[in-house]
């Protein structure tokens, strides 16, 4: 084995959410999952019209107001304060879980504790401690026609995060279709991880030794490159 | 017609008996009718009713007002939810990991459809969120065009209690911004629903094309001008 250290040769999140933004169509309905994938909205490509989903109620805002500028009765499912865009509209939560399980957003972007390589994900709790929340999470899996997941590819302490079977609680079985790591782009396909990009300073065997289920290729690997400077 | 109009959050939920499953709308302090809802904890204090509430909102409180004030003072015996940690969630937290307070855990869009199904008259149906996780353990599944499906079955109560922006004489509803969230479902489920609107009419205060909750969903109406935000009560850290 080399020194190889994923915790130090690694994207930030900014990085990863930014690769993330890349892939979003013009034209799309996204939902992004609080926390870390409200990131990805910031680095929306220019020229696409990107809708965004929240499950409050939300088709349509744009960034958070100045603060000051806050009205609490606009907010996301975060209980962040929200402006609209022109456009935006207001409906109630039958309806918004109508968008998400009637599959008529285009994306959903969550985060991860793990996810196996058939696609289950883990990400609502980590174990039978404390009080259990489960929000949304369970139904976002569900419905839209892409689920992506933005993740560090390790634990903090160094654990991989892309596992044979998860050992958490799942949020949902079979449900992730892509995987935007600190490390590759990773699609699930068939009930494999099947490896599109890497950084391109890491080699095939560094990335298996902190994956936790075997990495297939089909086609080339492409070098994952993202701008230095985020 | 002028029935359903209360002339104050006190009279409009005087009818709240012990032991009561209350829907409250709201999605964190968006949509919350706090003035109801601090109204039913000041009867509580005063009599020592309405006791064992179930409260059915998407949360479970925050900070020490609203729904969290109603579990400090000891009044909820059992909350169902979707999310009940929150910023500032220690009224509710402290009686859940004392062994207090009851928890039904729901998934959120679960959550507003079973309140949904209740207003339809449609007693359960089949969604495919949580299937192969805990929160399905002991629910019946079935496939459905070779995707797995659970059942869940329709969530009913006693009372609603309801934040609308406009209302009229007749009950009609609006909904400020965001603060739609549960509120218009929960109008539909509970058996009774209470509404307070900021701004209340005669008949035809309301555009018909602009009604979101039509009246004959709503029992009982009432006018608080100016309504307090939980959001703003919770960082202003006042205590009720």
Redesign the interface.
Known sequence: MTDFNPMEVKLSNAQIAWRAAQDIEDGSYVNLGIGFPEMVAKFQPEGRQITYHT????LGFGKAPEPGEE?????N?G?KAITLSPGAS?????D??AM??GGHLDLAVLGAYQVAQNG?LANWRVGSK??????????LV??AKRVAVVTDHVTKKGEPKLVETCAF?????GCVTRIYTSLAVIDIEDGKFVLREKLPNISMEELQSVTGATLHTAGDVLDLIVPEDL | MTKKVKHSPAEAVAAIPDGATVMIGGFGGSGAPIELIHALIDRFRDTGSPANITVINNNAGNGDIGIAAMIKAGMVAKMICSFPRSSNAEAFNEKYLAGEIELELVPQGTLAERIRARGAGIPAFYTPTSFGTELADGKPTEEFDGKMYVRETWLKADFALIKGQKGDEMGNLTYRLAGRNFNPLMAMAADVAIAQVSDLGAPGHIDPEQVITPGLFVATVVEVPAPQQEEVLVREGVIY
């Open positions: 499950e409050n109620g939300v009205d609490w009765d606009l907010i499912a209980k207001f409906f109630h939560h039958a918004s879980f998400v399980r289950d404390g009080v259990p929340a489960v929000g949304g999470a369970m139904d569900h419905g609680p799942l949020t949902g079985v």
